[in-house]
DNA sequence: CCAAAAGTGTTGGCCCTACACCCATGG
DNA sequence: CCATGGGTGTAGGGCCAACACTTTTGG
Protein backbone atom coordinates (compact mmCIF):
# COMPACT_ATOMS: atom_id res chain seq x y z
CA UNK A 1 0.00 0.00 0.00
CA UNK A 2 1.56 3.12 -0.80
CA UNK A 3 1.34 6.61 0.80
CA UNK A 4 -0.86 9.22 -0.74
CA UNK A 5 0.14 12.83 -1.23
CA UNK A 6 -2.18 15.19 0.65
CA UNK A 7 -2.98 16.56 -2.35
CA UNK A 8 -4.45 13.80 -4.20
CA UNK A 9 -6.58 12.86 -1.21
CA UNK A 10 -8.71 15.68 -1.33
CA UNK A 11 -11.16 15.01 -4.46
CA UNK A 12 -13.45 12.43 -3.39
CA UNK A 13 -15.23 10.26 -5.68
CA UNK A 14 -18.76 10.28 -4.54
CA UNK A 15 -19.64 6.92 -6.44
CA UNK A 16 -18.03 4.33 -4.02
CA UNK A 17 -17.62 4.20 -0.39
CA UNK A 18 -15.61 1.82 1.71
CA UNK A 19 -17.85 0.73 5.00
CA UNK A 20 -16.03 -1.26 7.96
CA UNK A 21 -17.87 -3.83 9.92
CA UNK A 22 -15.08 -3.92 13.39
CA UNK A 23 -16.33 -6.77 15.62
CA UNK A 24 -14.91 -7.19 19.12
CA UNK A 25 -16.15 -9.17 22.24
CA UNK A 26 -16.86 -7.42 24.97
CA UNK A 27 -17.41 -9.79 28.27
CA UNK A 28 -19.68 -11.86 26.97
CA UNK A 29 -21.32 -10.16 23.84
CA UNK A 30 -20.21 -9.67 20.24
CA UNK A 31 -19.97 -6.28 19.11
CA UNK A 32 -19.68 -4.08 16.28
CA UNK A 33 -18.15 -0.43 16.58
CA UNK A 34 -20.34 2.52 15.56
CA UNK A 35 -19.28 6.22 14.84
CA UNK A 36 -21.43 8.73 15.97
CA UNK A 37 -23.26 11.29 13.41
CA UNK A 38 -25.69 14.22 14.19
CA UNK A 39 -28.88 13.90 12.13
CA UNK A 40 -29.13 17.46 10.02
CA UNK A 41 -32.51 18.32 10.88
CA UNK A 42 -33.43 17.45 14.58
CA UNK A 43 -30.02 17.34 15.88
CA UNK A 44 -30.03 13.96 17.31
CA UNK A 45 -27.38 11.64 17.68
CA UNK A 46 -27.55 8.42 15.54
CA UNK A 47 -25.29 5.89 15.09
CA UNK A 48 -23.70 4.08 11.47
CA UNK A 49 -20.33 1.47 10.29
CA UNK A 50 -17.46 3.55 10.23
CA UNK A 51 -17.06 4.59 6.31
CA UNK A 52 -16.54 6.93 4.09
CA UNK A 53 -16.50 7.91 0.21
CA UNK A 54 -13.21 6.98 -1.42
CA UNK A 55 -11.07 9.35 -2.78
CA UNK A 56 -10.35 9.50 -6.55
CA UNK A 57 -6.94 7.82 -5.98
CA UNK A 58 -7.18 5.87 -3.58
CA UNK A 59 -7.73 1.92 -3.54
CA UNK A 60 -10.46 -0.21 -1.84
CA UNK A 61 -8.04 -1.39 0.66
CA UNK A 62 -6.16 1.86 1.42
CA UNK A 63 -9.31 3.54 1.85
CA UNK A 64 -10.71 0.64 4.53
CA UNK A 65 -7.39 1.11 6.36
CA UNK A 66 -7.67 4.65 6.68
CA UNK A 67 -10.98 4.81 7.76
CA UNK A 68 -10.06 2.33 10.45
CA UNK A 69 -7.37 4.54 11.39
CA UNK A 70 -9.29 7.75 11.55
CA UNK A 71 -12.37 5.68 13.33
CA UNK A 72 -10.51 4.19 15.45
CA UNK A 73 -6.19 5.17 15.77
CA UNK A 74 -5.59 1.56 14.67
CA UNK A 75 -2.82 0.87 12.41
CA UNK A 76 -2.26 -2.77 10.84
CA UNK A 77 -5.37 -4.52 11.60
CA UNK A 78 -6.38 -7.37 9.13
CA UNK A 79 -9.14 -6.00 7.08
CA UNK A 80 -10.84 -8.57 5.05
CA UNK A 81 -13.05 -7.51 1.67
CA UNK A 82 -16.29 -9.60 1.95
CA UNK A 83 -18.85 -8.05 -0.32
CA UNK A 84 -19.74 -4.98 -1.70
CA UNK A 85 -23.42 -3.81 -1.46
CA UNK A 86 -25.33 -1.71 -4.84
CA UNK A 87 -28.67 -1.86 -3.84
CA UNK A 88 -30.74 1.02 -5.80
CA UNK A 89 -32.41 1.33 -2.66
CA UNK A 90 -29.64 1.93 -0.56
CA UNK A 91 -29.83 5.65 -1.22
CA UNK A 92 -33.87 5.18 -0.59
CA UNK A 93 -33.95 7.15 2.66
CA UNK A 94 -33.95 10.95 1.75
CA UNK A 95 -32.34 11.87 5.40
CA UNK A 96 -29.68 9.32 4.69
CA UNK A 97 -28.90 11.21 1.77
CA UNK A 98 -29.05 14.63 2.93
CA UNK A 99 -26.52 13.74 5.61
CA UNK A 100 -24.14 12.51 3.35
CA UNK A 101 -24.52 15.35 1.23
CA UNK A 102 -23.95 17.31 3.85
CA UNK A 103 -20.93 15.68 5.52
CA UNK A 104 -19.57 15.25 1.49
CA UNK A 105 -20.42 18.62 0.22
CA UNK A 106 -21.14 16.78 -2.97
CA UNK A 107 -24.23 15.88 -4.72
CA UNK A 108 -25.23 12.14 -4.01
CA UNK A 109 -27.53 10.02 -6.60
CA UNK A 110 -26.68 6.36 -6.08
CA UNK A 111 -23.82 4.86 -4.17
CA UNK A 112 -22.17 1.57 -3.98
CA UNK A 113 -20.08 0.40 -0.83
CA UNK A 114 -17.61 -2.03 -0.72
CA UNK A 115 -17.68 -3.56 3.07
CA UNK A 116 -14.84 -4.19 5.07
CA UNK A 117 -14.33 -6.70 8.22
CA UNK A 118 -11.74 -6.69 11.00
CA UNK A 119 -11.64 -8.22 14.39
CA UNK A 120 -10.59 -6.42 17.38
CA UNK A 121 -10.02 -5.92 21.14
CA UNK A 122 -12.79 -4.02 22.06
CA UNK A 123 -10.01 -2.62 24.97
CA UNK A 124 -7.73 -0.69 22.16
CA UNK A 125 -10.13 1.36 20.16
CA UNK A 126 -8.82 5.10 21.23
CA UNK A 127 -11.48 7.26 19.98
CA UNK A 128 -10.69 9.75 17.75
CA UNK A 129 -13.00 12.69 16.94
CA UNK A 130 -12.80 13.26 13.03
CA UNK A 131 -15.56 11.23 12.51
CA UNK A 132 -17.52 11.55 16.34
CA UNK A 133 -16.95 9.54 18.67
CA UNK A 134 -17.16 5.38 18.21
CA UNK A 135 -19.16 2.64 20.42
CA UNK A 136 -19.40 -0.71 20.58
CA UNK A 137 -22.68 -1.73 20.23
CA UNK A 138 -24.04 -5.76 21.07
CA UNK A 139 -24.93 -7.33 17.78
CA UNK A 140 -28.32 -8.40 19.80
CA UNK A 141 -29.15 -5.09 20.02
CA UNK A 142 -28.37 -2.60 17.44
CA UNK A 143 -30.15 0.88 17.32
CA UNK A 144 -31.89 2.07 13.71
CA UNK A 145 -28.74 2.43 11.00
CA UNK A 146 -28.86 4.45 8.37
CA UNK A 147 -28.25 2.98 4.44
CA UNK A 148 -28.35 -0.91 4.63
CA UNK A 149 -26.10 -0.70 7.47
CA UNK A 150 -28.16 -3.34 9.59
CA UNK A 151 -27.72 -6.01 6.37
CA UNK A 152 -24.12 -5.67 6.10
CA UNK A 153 -23.67 -6.06 9.59
CA UNK A 154 -25.95 -9.14 9.58
CA UNK A 155 -23.91 -10.75 6.75
CA UNK A 156 -20.17 -9.45 8.42
CA UNK A 157 -21.36 -11.93 11.06
CA UNK A 158 -21.96 -14.53 9.00
CA UNK A 159 -18.82 -14.12 7.38
CA UNK A 160 -16.68 -14.74 10.68
CA UNK A 161 -17.36 -17.83 10.67
CA UNK A 162 -16.26 -19.01 7.29
CA UNK A 163 -12.88 -16.62 7.58
CA UNK A 164 -12.12 -18.17 11.09
CA UNK A 165 -12.43 -21.78 9.20
CA UNK A 166 -9.88 -20.64 6.87
CA UNK A 167 -7.60 -18.84 9.11
CA UNK A 168 -7.44 -19.54 12.35
CA UNK A 169 -5.42 -16.99 14.10
CA UNK A 170 -7.74 -14.33 13.28
CA UNK A 171 -9.52 -15.06 17.08
CA UNK A 172 -6.15 -14.04 18.72
CA UNK A 173 -7.48 -10.44 16.91
CA UNK A 174 -10.34 -10.76 19.57
CA UNK A 175 -8.10 -11.33 22.39
CA UNK A 176 -5.10 -9.30 24.49
CA UNK A 177 -1.60 -11.02 24.36
CA UNK A 178 -1.75 -12.85 27.28
CA UNK A 179 -4.92 -15.39 27.45
CA UNK A 180 -6.37 -18.01 29.53
CA UNK A 181 -7.97 -21.04 27.55
CA UNK A 182 -11.29 -20.22 29.31
CA UNK A 183 -10.83 -16.66 27.28
CA UNK A 184 -10.10 -18.67 23.84
CA UNK A 185 -12.86 -21.16 24.52
CA UNK A 186 -15.22 -18.50 25.31
CA UNK A 187 -14.75 -16.42 22.28
CA UNK A 188 -15.00 -19.40 20.06
CA UNK A 189 -18.74 -19.94 21.40
CA UNK A 190 -19.31 -16.82 21.16
CA UNK A 191 -18.51 -16.57 17.41
CA UNK A 192 -19.86 -19.83 16.57
CA UNK A 193 -22.79 -19.55 19.30
CA UNK A 194 -22.27 -22.47 20.74
CA UNK A 195 -20.41 -24.25 23.91
CA UNK A 196 -18.45 -26.68 23.68
CA UNK A 197 -16.39 -29.61 25.58
CA UNK A 198 -13.69 -28.21 28.08
CA UNK A 199 -12.08 -31.32 28.04
CA UNK A 200 -12.20 -31.68 24.28
CA UNK A 201 -11.15 -27.93 23.93
CA UNK A 202 -7.98 -27.79 25.68
CA UNK A 203 -6.73 -31.32 23.89
CA UNK A 204 -7.34 -29.35 20.78
CA UNK A 205 -5.82 -26.06 21.51
CA UNK A 206 -2.74 -27.91 22.78
CA UNK A 207 -2.36 -29.93 19.87
CA UNK A 208 -2.39 -26.66 17.10
CA UNK A 209 1.48 -26.15 18.16
CA UNK A 210 0.50 -21.77 17.72
CA UNK A 211 -1.05 -21.43 20.84
CA UNK A 212 1.72 -21.80 23.72
CA UNK A 213 1.26 -21.87 27.53
CA UNK A 214 3.11 -19.24 29.47
CA UNK A 215 4.53 -19.28 33.23
CA UNK A 216 2.53 -16.94 34.01
CA UNK A 217 -1.23 -17.35 35.61
CA UNK A 218 -3.81 -15.11 36.22
CA UNK A 219 -3.59 -13.27 40.44
CA UNK A 220 -6.54 -12.88 42.52
CA UNK A 221 -8.95 -15.13 41.42
CA UNK A 222 -11.46 -16.56 43.95
CA UNK A 223 -10.35 -20.55 42.85
CA UNK A 224 -7.01 -21.79 40.96
CA UNK A 225 -5.64 -19.56 39.19
CA UNK A 226 -5.41 -20.41 35.27
CA UNK A 227 -2.09 -20.31 33.25
CA UNK A 228 -1.66 -17.85 30.25
CA UNK A 229 -1.04 -19.07 27.20
CA UNK A 230 0.10 -16.93 24.08
CA UNK A 231 -0.58 -17.16 19.84
CA UNK A 232 3.04 -18.03 18.37
CA UNK A 233 2.85 -15.90 15.26
CA UNK A 234 6.15 -17.50 13.65
CA UNK A 235 5.18 -21.03 14.41
CA UNK A 236 1.25 -20.31 12.81
CA UNK A 237 2.86 -18.96 9.97
CA UNK A 238 5.34 -22.05 9.29
CA UNK A 239 2.37 -24.55 9.31
CA UNK A 240 0.60 -22.47 7.19
CA UNK A 241 3.34 -22.14 4.76
CA UNK A 242 3.07 -25.80 4.61
CA UNK A 243 -0.62 -26.20 3.42
CA UNK A 244 -0.44 -23.67 0.71
CA UNK A 245 2.77 -25.74 -0.95
CA UNK A 246 0.25 -28.80 -1.43
CA UNK B 1 -34.97 -9.38 -8.56
CA UNK B 2 -37.25 -7.21 -10.24
CA UNK B 3 -37.95 -6.53 -13.51
CA UNK B 4 -36.78 -3.11 -15.02
CA UNK B 5 -38.64 -0.35 -17.41
CA UNK B 6 -36.53 -0.22 -20.47
CA UNK B 7 -36.44 3.31 -19.67
CA UNK B 8 -34.47 3.40 -16.66
CA UNK B 9 -31.95 0.56 -18.14
CA UNK B 10 -31.10 3.11 -20.98
CA UNK B 11 -28.92 5.22 -18.53
CA UNK B 12 -25.46 4.12 -17.67
CA UNK B 13 -23.33 4.76 -14.17
CA UNK B 14 -20.44 5.52 -15.28
CA UNK B 15 -18.45 4.91 -12.24
CA UNK B 16 -19.21 0.95 -11.57
CA UNK B 17 -19.04 -1.88 -13.85
CA UNK B 18 -19.45 -5.82 -13.06
CA UNK B 19 -17.79 -8.77 -14.58
CA UNK B 20 -18.43 -12.14 -14.91
CA UNK B 21 -16.00 -14.99 -14.76
CA UNK B 22 -17.70 -17.97 -16.56
CA UNK B 23 -15.44 -21.07 -15.72
CA UNK B 24 -16.10 -23.98 -17.52
CA UNK B 25 -14.14 -27.66 -17.71
CA UNK B 26 -13.69 -28.46 -21.77
CA UNK B 27 -12.16 -31.88 -21.78
CA UNK B 28 -9.47 -31.89 -19.51
CA UNK B 29 -8.82 -28.41 -19.20
CA UNK B 30 -10.26 -25.75 -16.83
CA UNK B 31 -11.93 -22.60 -19.09
CA UNK B 32 -12.73 -19.03 -18.69
CA UNK B 33 -15.75 -17.61 -20.94
CA UNK B 34 -13.93 -14.67 -22.89
CA UNK B 35 -15.45 -12.55 -25.00
CA UNK B 36 -14.05 -10.00 -28.10
CA UNK B 37 -13.84 -6.61 -28.56
CA UNK B 38 -12.24 -4.93 -31.47
CA UNK B 39 -9.29 -2.76 -30.62
CA UNK B 40 -10.07 1.21 -31.80
CA UNK B 41 -7.22 1.86 -33.37
CA UNK B 42 -5.70 -1.62 -34.85
CA UNK B 43 -9.43 -3.09 -35.22
CA UNK B 44 -7.26 -6.10 -34.07
CA UNK B 45 -10.17 -8.94 -32.62
CA UNK B 46 -8.71 -8.63 -28.52
CA UNK B 47 -10.31 -9.97 -25.58
CA UNK B 48 -12.00 -9.25 -22.28
CA UNK B 49 -14.35 -10.50 -19.50
CA UNK B 50 -18.25 -10.45 -20.23
CA UNK B 51 -18.81 -7.31 -18.35
CA UNK B 52 -20.56 -4.01 -18.55
CA UNK B 53 -20.86 -0.91 -16.55
CA UNK B 54 -24.10 -0.68 -14.46
CA UNK B 55 -27.86 1.09 -14.82
CA UNK B 56 -28.50 3.85 -13.40
CA UNK B 57 -31.44 1.61 -11.35
CA UNK B 58 -29.91 -1.49 -11.59
CA UNK B 59 -28.47 -3.80 -8.69
CA UNK B 60 -25.45 -5.71 -8.60
CA UNK B 61 -26.90 -9.14 -8.89
CA UNK B 62 -29.34 -7.89 -11.59
CA UNK B 63 -26.59 -6.41 -13.93
CA UNK B 64 -24.29 -9.34 -13.12
CA UNK B 65 -27.38 -11.44 -14.35
CA UNK B 66 -27.86 -9.33 -17.71
CA UNK B 67 -24.46 -9.60 -18.55
CA UNK B 68 -24.54 -13.04 -18.63
CA UNK B 69 -27.53 -13.52 -20.52
CA UNK B 70 -26.50 -11.08 -22.98
CA UNK B 71 -23.34 -12.74 -23.52
CA UNK B 72 -24.40 -16.69 -23.22
CA UNK B 73 -28.30 -16.45 -23.86
CA UNK B 74 -28.48 -18.15 -20.03
CA UNK B 75 -30.78 -17.61 -17.22
CA UNK B 76 -31.14 -18.58 -13.87
CA UNK B 77 -27.22 -19.77 -13.66
CA UNK B 78 -25.86 -19.43 -10.17
CA UNK B 79 -23.80 -16.15 -10.06
CA UNK B 80 -21.35 -15.76 -6.93
CA UNK B 81 -20.11 -12.01 -5.89
CA UNK B 82 -16.97 -12.67 -5.34
CA UNK B 83 -14.84 -9.62 -4.71
CA UNK B 84 -14.88 -6.38 -5.47
CA UNK B 85 -11.44 -4.62 -7.84
CA UNK B 86 -11.23 -0.92 -7.48
CA UNK B 87 -6.85 -0.03 -7.90
CA UNK B 88 -7.05 3.16 -9.33
CA UNK B 89 -4.19 1.84 -11.90
CA UNK B 90 -7.15 -0.14 -13.26
CA UNK B 91 -7.84 2.22 -15.85
CA UNK B 92 -3.68 3.07 -16.03
CA UNK B 93 -4.16 1.26 -19.81
CA UNK B 94 -5.07 4.44 -22.21
CA UNK B 95 -6.20 1.82 -24.97
CA UNK B 96 -8.76 0.10 -22.59
CA UNK B 97 -10.01 3.51 -21.13
CA UNK B 98 -10.51 4.92 -24.43
CA UNK B 99 -12.16 1.53 -26.12
CA UNK B 100 -14.64 1.66 -23.11
CA UNK B 101 -15.34 5.45 -23.79
CA UNK B 102 -16.34 4.61 -27.42
CA UNK B 103 -18.20 1.68 -26.48
CA UNK B 104 -20.21 3.34 -23.98
CA UNK B 105 -20.10 7.05 -24.86
CA UNK B 106 -19.11 8.46 -21.83
CA UNK B 107 -16.29 10.04 -20.13
CA UNK B 108 -14.62 7.19 -17.95
CA UNK B 109 -12.17 8.14 -14.89
CA UNK B 110 -11.78 5.47 -12.61
CA UNK B 111 -14.05 2.60 -12.54
CA UNK B 112 -14.56 -0.01 -9.47
CA UNK B 113 -15.54 -3.02 -10.80
CA UNK B 114 -17.66 -6.16 -8.75
CA UNK B 115 -16.55 -9.76 -9.89
CA UNK B 116 -18.92 -12.48 -10.46
CA UNK B 117 -17.73 -16.58 -10.88
CA UNK B 118 -20.51 -18.69 -12.25
CA UNK B 119 -19.76 -22.49 -13.56
CA UNK B 120 -21.29 -23.45 -16.76
CA UNK B 121 -21.28 -26.39 -19.24
CA UNK B 122 -19.30 -25.41 -21.86
CA UNK B 123 -21.60 -27.02 -24.37
CA UNK B 124 -24.63 -25.31 -22.96
CA UNK B 125 -23.26 -21.62 -24.49
CA UNK B 126 -25.16 -20.14 -27.34
CA UNK B 127 -23.47 -17.32 -29.04
CA UNK B 128 -25.02 -13.88 -28.40
CA UNK B 129 -24.14 -11.23 -30.57
CA UNK B 130 -24.45 -8.14 -28.46
CA UNK B 131 -20.89 -8.32 -26.91
CA UNK B 132 -19.23 -10.27 -29.89
CA UNK B 133 -18.61 -13.66 -29.73
CA UNK B 134 -17.66 -15.19 -26.91
CA UNK B 135 -15.35 -18.22 -26.99
CA UNK B 136 -14.24 -20.91 -24.34
CA UNK B 137 -10.18 -19.91 -23.59
CA UNK B 138 -7.99 -22.51 -21.12
CA UNK B 139 -6.95 -20.56 -18.16
CA UNK B 140 -3.56 -22.24 -18.84
CA UNK B 141 -3.33 -20.12 -22.03
CA UNK B 142 -4.93 -16.56 -21.51
CA UNK B 143 -4.30 -14.44 -24.14
CA UNK B 144 -3.45 -10.73 -22.90
CA UNK B 145 -6.34 -9.24 -21.29
CA UNK B 146 -7.71 -5.14 -20.62
CA UNK B 147 -7.83 -3.95 -17.28
CA UNK B 148 -7.08 -6.28 -14.25
CA UNK B 149 -8.76 -8.97 -15.70
CA UNK B 150 -6.10 -11.69 -15.71
CA UNK B 151 -5.76 -11.05 -11.88
CA UNK B 152 -9.84 -11.07 -11.32
CA UNK B 153 -9.52 -14.94 -13.75
CA UNK B 154 -6.82 -15.71 -11.00
CA UNK B 155 -8.95 -14.67 -8.18
CA UNK B 156 -11.93 -16.38 -9.54
CA UNK B 157 -9.84 -19.76 -9.60
CA UNK B 158 -8.95 -19.80 -6.04
CA UNK B 159 -12.11 -18.85 -4.84
CA UNK B 160 -14.09 -21.57 -7.28
CA UNK B 161 -12.56 -24.32 -4.31
CA UNK B 162 -13.59 -22.32 -1.37
CA UNK B 163 -17.38 -22.01 -2.56
CA UNK B 164 -17.34 -25.66 -3.61
CA UNK B 165 -16.13 -26.77 -0.11
CA UNK B 166 -19.39 -24.93 0.84
CA UNK B 167 -21.50 -25.80 -1.59
CA UNK B 168 -20.75 -29.01 -2.87
CA UNK B 169 -23.74 -28.62 -5.78
CA UNK B 170 -22.11 -26.62 -7.99
CA UNK B 171 -20.30 -28.93 -9.35
CA UNK B 172 -23.02 -30.10 -11.21
CA UNK B 173 -23.09 -26.86 -13.08
CA UNK B 174 -20.28 -28.15 -14.82
CA UNK B 175 -21.73 -31.10 -15.98
CA UNK B 176 -24.65 -32.64 -18.12
CA UNK B 177 -27.86 -33.47 -16.58
CA UNK B 178 -26.35 -37.66 -16.63
CA UNK B 179 -22.73 -38.02 -15.69
CA UNK B 180 -21.01 -40.98 -15.54
CA UNK B 181 -18.47 -41.31 -12.11
CA UNK B 182 -15.46 -40.74 -13.99
CA UNK B 183 -16.72 -37.47 -15.69
CA UNK B 184 -17.65 -35.91 -11.34
CA UNK B 185 -14.35 -37.58 -10.81
CA UNK B 186 -12.83 -35.46 -13.33
CA UNK B 187 -14.15 -32.81 -12.89
CA UNK B 188 -13.08 -32.30 -9.06
CA UNK B 189 -9.63 -33.41 -10.41
CA UNK B 190 -9.70 -30.64 -12.63
CA UNK B 191 -10.59 -27.94 -10.35
CA UNK B 192 -8.50 -28.63 -7.38
CA UNK B 193 -5.88 -29.91 -9.29
CA UNK B 194 -4.81 -33.27 -7.85
CA UNK B 195 -5.53 -36.79 -8.38
CA UNK B 196 -8.37 -38.72 -6.42
CA UNK B 197 -7.95 -42.29 -5.49
CA UNK B 198 -11.21 -44.13 -7.42
CA UNK B 199 -12.31 -46.40 -5.10
CA UNK B 200 -12.59 -43.95 -2.58
CA UNK B 201 -14.28 -41.43 -4.58
CA UNK B 202 -16.80 -43.99 -5.68
CA UNK B 203 -17.31 -44.97 -1.86
CA UNK B 204 -17.53 -40.92 -1.23
CA UNK B 205 -20.01 -40.80 -4.28
CA UNK B 206 -22.04 -43.33 -3.05
CA UNK B 207 -22.40 -42.44 0.31
CA UNK B 208 -23.84 -38.80 -0.35
CA UNK B 209 -27.51 -39.23 -0.95
CA UNK B 210 -28.09 -36.78 -3.93
CA UNK B 211 -25.79 -38.50 -6.52
CA UNK B 212 -28.28 -41.24 -7.30
CA UNK B 213 -27.12 -44.19 -10.01
CA UNK B 214 -29.89 -44.83 -13.34
CA UNK B 215 -30.34 -47.49 -15.12
CA UNK B 216 -28.45 -45.95 -18.54
CA UNK B 217 -25.11 -46.47 -19.62
CA UNK B 218 -22.45 -45.36 -21.69
CA UNK B 219 -22.91 -46.59 -24.83
CA UNK B 220 -20.36 -47.64 -28.04
CA UNK B 221 -17.36 -48.17 -26.11
CA UNK B 222 -14.85 -50.45 -26.42
CA UNK B 223 -14.89 -51.36 -23.20
CA UNK B 224 -16.81 -51.80 -19.93
CA UNK B 225 -19.65 -49.41 -20.26
CA UNK B 226 -20.26 -46.75 -17.53
CA UNK B 227 -23.63 -45.79 -15.76
CA UNK B 228 -25.18 -42.37 -16.06
CA UNK B 229 -25.62 -40.82 -12.75
CA UNK B 230 -27.96 -37.82 -11.88
CA UNK B 231 -27.60 -34.77 -9.04
CA UNK B 232 -30.87 -35.22 -7.34
CA UNK B 233 -31.13 -31.93 -6.19
CA UNK B 234 -34.23 -32.33 -3.97
CA UNK B 235 -32.42 -34.69 -1.69
CA UNK B 236 -29.27 -32.02 -1.32
CA UNK B 237 -31.80 -29.63 -0.25
CA UNK B 238 -33.30 -32.03 2.31
CA UNK B 239 -29.65 -32.26 3.12
CA UNK B 240 -28.73 -28.98 3.34
CA UNK B 241 -31.80 -27.75 4.87
CA UNK B 242 -31.07 -30.17 8.79
CA UNK B 243 -27.16 -28.16 8.17
CA UNK B 244 -28.40 -24.64 8.21
CA UNK B 245 -30.67 -25.38 11.65
CA UNK B 246 -27.88 -26.13 13.61
C1' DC C 1 -8.14 -63.18 -26.49
C1' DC C 2 -6.51 -58.74 -25.71
C1' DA C 3 -6.76 -53.89 -24.44
C1' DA C 4 -9.00 -50.52 -21.77
C1' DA C 5 -11.64 -48.67 -18.47
C1' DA C 6 -15.50 -49.81 -14.85
C1' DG C 7 -16.44 -51.18 -10.64
C1' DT C 8 -15.79 -53.07 -5.91
C1' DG C 9 -13.88 -54.10 0.21
C1' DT C 10 -10.80 -54.06 3.85
C1' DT C 11 -7.65 -52.17 6.98
C1' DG C 12 -5.38 -48.75 9.90
C1' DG C 13 -4.81 -44.12 11.51
C1' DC C 14 -6.61 -39.78 12.89
C1' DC C 15 -9.79 -36.85 14.79
C1' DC C 16 -13.82 -35.83 16.98
C1' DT C 17 -17.22 -36.65 20.65
C1' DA C 18 -18.94 -37.87 25.00
C1' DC C 19 -18.18 -38.21 29.58
C1' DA C 20 -16.42 -37.42 35.50
C1' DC C 21 -13.13 -36.43 38.72
C1' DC C 22 -9.28 -34.23 41.33
C1' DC C 23 -6.66 -29.77 41.98
C1' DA C 24 -5.54 -25.20 43.46
C1' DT C 25 -6.98 -21.00 45.39
C1' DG C 26 -9.43 -17.23 48.17
C1' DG C 27 -12.50 -16.26 51.46
C1' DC D 1 -13.37 -26.34 54.92
C1' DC D 2 -16.02 -24.98 51.28
C1' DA D 3 -17.20 -22.90 46.95
C1' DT D 4 -15.52 -21.98 42.51
C1' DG D 5 -13.66 -22.66 38.37
C1' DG D 6 -8.99 -24.93 36.29
C1' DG D 7 -7.21 -28.66 34.42
C1' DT D 8 -6.82 -33.64 32.84
C1' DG D 9 -7.63 -39.13 30.11
C1' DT D 10 -10.05 -42.72 27.86
C1' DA D 11 -13.05 -45.27 24.87
C1' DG D 12 -15.96 -45.55 20.66
C1' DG D 13 -17.39 -44.06 16.13
C1' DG D 14 -16.91 -41.86 11.70
C1' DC D 15 -14.17 -40.41 8.04
C1' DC D 16 -10.32 -40.64 5.17
C1' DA D 17 -6.36 -42.75 2.80
C1' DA D 18 -3.97 -46.52 1.01
C1' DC D 19 -4.12 -50.47 -1.54
C1' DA D 20 -5.23 -54.84 -6.17
C1' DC D 21 -8.18 -57.54 -8.55
C1' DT D 22 -12.29 -58.94 -11.32
C1' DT D 23 -15.75 -57.53 -14.81
C1' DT D 24 -17.41 -55.99 -19.06
C1' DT D 25 -17.07 -54.66 -23.63
C1' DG D 26 -15.37 -53.71 -28.50
C1' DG D 27 -12.23 -54.83 -31.72
Redesign the pocket.
Known amino acids: MEIQSENSKEILYPHVSVDCVLLGIDGEQLCVLLTERKDAGTGKTEYKLPGSLIYETEDLDEAACRILNETTGLKRVLLKQFRSFGSPQRTANKEDVLWLENASKLKIGRIVTVAYLALCKVRKIKISEKYGAAQWTPIASLPRLPFDHQEIIAEAVKEIRIWLDREPAIVFDFLPPLF???QLRRTYEIIYNKSM????F???M??LGYVVPTEE?E?????????YYRFDKKEYNKIRAKLNTI
Do not use: I
Open positions: TAFDVRNHKKNSTQGMPHRSAR
